[in-house]
């Protein structure tokens, strides 16, 4: 019902006029001593006829001793998270970031993040698990797991994640058979690379996945595409879109959402909903990539303008300002519906209008 929702600025995209959907406050951490401080960027699908998500959820230490800060982190040997603390005085203490604490050269996170799963029947109310459905679990995940995106293959969810520890950013995969208990599979792209999206059929006998290599020195992050015979051991790695100067995504861009399968002008395609990033101001907005249905490293459209921007006070404000930032879709029809996380904080939904994305790629 339009009733339901906020009309932007932008005529094909409508939000939820109850965003965000998910706040901090809705959730029971995980221990009595940490805080809820961030629920944002879930992976979803359809199962049945529930939406489920699978929610990134930030906490924090509750108390933290006056002039110092902490980092909480799990710690392999005792096979449970700790709190490690500095002095506010700590020589080289850098906290320009605020996900972010420097210390001496080294980098640790202010909050650990795990996966909580959400279940709801009309695709906004949610009911949410009260305990992680998936946490951080061996050293190269000791400062959290991050944004889930869940591709359904035959009857098995692949959820492939961000693995974050002082070893770099990795990306790492799990499989379940009802999103509540999962089975690691290890390190699938090693540091530094995140924003994979697996695409839910084969093609050409082989897997696909897009993935966001991170260049350190010579570079700019990018989109790139690789295969696999068995989601494990990928290769055959091509660069598939950049970032654009003088646009919307002229910093760095990474994918977003798991591709689905789009028709467009009596042409099959795949839709990969993607983020770019402005530098001036710094704002994470969305995009899509229209791809070869049967072969993805093909680019027959772009979004010329963002097809979701920050715009709304949730948006704009909040953590990390001015994001909005998807790990999960799903389309039927003209509907497409977005999960998407806002300033790094909340969780949101806002649905959009195929035929306009179409109409937008150049």
Request: net charge negative.
């Given at each position: 019902?339009?009733?339901?929702?906020?009309?932007?600025?932008?005529?094909?995209?409508?939000?939820?006029?109850g965003?965000p959907?998910?706040?901090p406050?809705?959730?029971?951490?995980?221990?009595?001593d940490?805080?809820?401080?961030?629920v944002?960027n879930?992976?979803?699908?359809?199962?049945?006829?529930?939406?489920?998500?699978?929610?990134r959820?930030?906490?924090?230490?509750?108390?933290?001793?006056?002039g110092?800060?902490?980092?909480?982190?799990?710690d392999?040997e005792?096979?449970e998270?700790?709190v490690?603390?500095?002095?506010?005085s700590?020589?080289?203490?850098?906290l320009?970031?605020?996900?972010?604490?420097?210390?001496?050269?080294?980098?640790?996170?202010?909050?650990?993040s795990?996966?909580?799963r959400a279940?709801?029947v009309?695709?906004f109310?949610?009911?949410?698990?009260p305990?992680?459905?998936f946490s951080?679990?061996?050293?190269?995940?000791?400062?959290g797991?991050?944004d889930?995106?869940?591709?359904?293959?035959?009857?098995?969810?692949?959820?492939?994640y961000?693995?974050?520890?002082?070893?770099?950013?990795?990306?790492a995969?799990?499989?379940?058979?009802?999103?509540?208990s999962?089975e690691r599979?290890?390190?699938?792209?090693?540091?530094p690379?995140?924003?994979?999206?697996?695409?839910?059929e084969?093609?050409?006998?082989?897997?696909w996945?897009?993935?966001?290599?991170?260049p350190?020195d010579?570079?700019?992050?990018?989109?790139?595409?690789?295969?696999?015979?068995?989601?494990?051991?990928?290769?055959?790695?091509?660069?598939v879109?950049?970032?654009?100067?003088?646009?919307w995504?002229?910093?760095?861009?990474?994918?977003?959402?798991?591709?689905?399968?789009?028709?467009?002008?009596?042409r099959?395609?795949?839709l990969?909903?993607?983020?770019?990033v402005?530098?001036s101001?710094?704002?994470?907005?969305?995009?899509?990539?229209?791809l070869d249905a049967?072969?993805?490293?093909?680019?027959?459209?772009?979004?010329?303008?963002?097809?979701?921007f920050p715009?709304?006070?949730?948006?704009?404000n909040g953590f990390f300002?001015?994001?909005?930032?998807t790990?999960?879709?799903?389309?039927?029809?003209?509907?497409?519906?977005?999960?998407?996380g806002?300033?790094?904080?909340?969780?949101c939904?806002?649905?959009?209008?195929?035929?306009?994305?179409?109409?937008?790629?150049?």
């Amino acid at each position: 019902m339009l009733s339901w929702y906020a009309v932007s600025s932008q005529d094909s995209v409508r939000r939820y006029a109850g965003n965000p959907i998910l706040l901090p406050a809705q959730l029971t951490p995980s221990r009595p001593d940490f805080e809820v401080v961030g629920v944002f960027n879930p992976g979803a699908i359809r199962v049945g006829e529930e939406t489920v998500l699978l929610l990134r959820v930030a906490e924090a230490p509750r108390e933290v001793p006056d002039g110092y800060v902490a980092s909480p982190m799990y710690d392999p040997e005792l096979g449970e998270i700790v709190v490690r603390t500095w002095p506010k005085s700590t020589p080289g203490l850098d906290l320009t970031d605020s996900r972010l604490l420097v210390v001496a050269g080294d980098t640790f996170l202010t909050s650990i993040s795990h996966f909580r799963r959400a279940r709801s029947v009309d695709g906004f109310q949610f009911q949410v698990d009260p305990v992680p459905a998936f946490s951080a679990g061996h050293a190269l995940e000791a400062f959290g797991v991050e944004d889930p995106r869940i591709t359904r293959i035959g009857d098995i969810y692949w959820v492939n994640y961000t693995a974050v520890s002082g070893a770099g950013i990795a990306t790492a995969l799990a499989s379940s058979r009802d999103l509540a208990s999962f089975e690691r599979h290890g390190v699938i792209f090693s540091p530094p690379n995140r924003d994979v999206t697996i695409f839910p059929e084969q093609m050409q006998g082989r897997y696909w996945a897009l993935h966001r290599p991170m260049p350190e020195d010579i570079g700019r992050p990018a989109i790139w595409l690789a295969s696999s015979p068995d989601l494990l051991a990928w290769g055959g790695h091509r660069l598939v879109a950049s970032a654009r100067v003088g646009m919307w995504d002229d910093l760095k861009i990474g994918g977003g959402a798991v591709p689905f399968r789009v028709d467009a002008n009596g042409r099959q395609a795949w839709l990969a909903i993607y983020h770019g990033v402005t530098a001036s101001p710094l704002t994470y907005s969305l995009g899509a990539l229209l791809l070869d249905a049967e072969d993805p490293g093909i680019v027959l459209g772009r979004s010329r303008k963002p097809i979701l921007f920050p715009e709304a006070p949730y948006e704009l404000n909040g953590f990390f300002a001015n994001v909005t930032f998807t790990c999960g879709a799903h389309a039927a029809g003209d509907l497409v519906r977005v999960y998407y996380g806002a300033s790094d904080g909340v969780t949101c939904v806002a649905d959009l209008s195929l035929a306009h994305i179409l109409a937008g790629l150049a």
